[in-house]
């Protein structure tokens, strides 16, 4: 009789729902630490499915002091700070650059808490020529 409780409880509860979460980052150089000079600009737009952890991602650029060496999504920091990579978006990178990465539930939150920031490396600005912060959007 205690199996009809389980599967009465395990219909209840019901299969775990995804959602998804988008996200935001308007690129220019005067939010690179230490800001540039660059008059390149840029885009990114990041979906995760929070059931599956997978994120998609969106980068377009333009204007840059010369081709892209590189570009990641970095964090956790706060705006203004600098962090480690956390998602490589590949070697030589041209706009616009599409993908999918797994992430972990830390990852989702520190998404959610505006703590990962997309920039986009040159040769003339080897330590990032354009960044912007990933906020939640609207």
């Excluded at 616009?96 to 808490?113: F, R, S, Y």
Aim: glycine share 14%.
């Amino acid at each position: 009789m205690w199996h009809g409780w389980v599967l009465a409880a395990c219909l209840v509860a019901g299969p775990a729902v995804a959602e998804s979460r988008h996200y935001h980052a308007d690129l220019n150089g005067g939010t690179e630490r230490p800001p540039t000079d660059s008059a390149g600009s840029g885009v990114a737009e990041v979906s995760v499915d929070t059931a599956a952890h997978t994120l998609d991602y969106t980068l377009s650029f333009t204007g840059l002091s010369g081709a892209a060496t590189a570009a990641h999504i970095h964090g956790p920091a706060p705006m203004g700070k600098n962090a480690g990579v956390v998602i490589n978006f590949g070697a030589n990178p041209q706009s616009p650059v599409h993908g999918t990465a797994k992430v972990t539930d830390a990852q989702l939150d520190a998404l959610d808490g505006g703590s990962y920031y997309v920039n986009v490396h040159t040769a003339a600005h080897p330590g990032g020529e354009i960044r912007g912060q990933l906020v939640p959007a609207p």
